[in-house]
């Protein structure tokens, strides 16, 4: 039996409308300036640059990799990946457990430090070591 003291909680509304629709010429105007700026921004430049990288053929693909430096290239690029990718595992892990675990002085800082990069264009954070 139910406790009269208990009420059931039900969410106050003002109005109960249906989602919110817009006619048909709004939704058809909206959706291709959407994939205009999709197309624009995104597929276009990638398109350019295939056609250019592609310029010359597929065989100069299969030549450059029979170069020592572009052999040397991929290889330093898989072992500092090989070594990154599981160092930042590591600390990415330990600092985001740190984070939602415990209270330590540093806390802010360390949460500034890992929400900085989201937050600086990567141009700005190049020209530091630059200037």
């Known amino acids: 039996m139910a ?10 509304h003002e109005s109960r409308s249906a989602a919110v629709t817009e006619s048909r010429p ?17 597929l276009l430049p990638l398109i350019i640059v295939f056609k250019e990288a592609f310029a010359k053929g597929v065989g100069a693909y299969f030549q450059s990799l029979g170069d020592a430096d572009t052999r040397s290239a991929i290889r330093l690029t898989l072992l500092v990946a090989a ?7 590591v600390f990415g892990l330990s600092a985001a457990w740190a ?9 802010a800082f360390l949460t500034t430090l890992i ?17």
């Open 3 to 12: 406790d009269p003291e208990i009420k059931s909680y039900e969410p106050h």
């Open 26 to 42: 709004v939704r058809i105007t909206l959706t291709t300036v959407t994939l205009a700026f999709l197309g624009i921004f995104l």
């Open 83 to 89: 070594i990154s990718v599981p160092l930042n595992l």
């Open 99 to 107: 984070i939602a675990k415990f209270e330590f002085k540093g806390k």
């Open 115 to 131: 929400d900085l990069p989201f937050s600086v264009s990567p141009v700005i954070s190049g020209l530091v070591y630059v200037l």
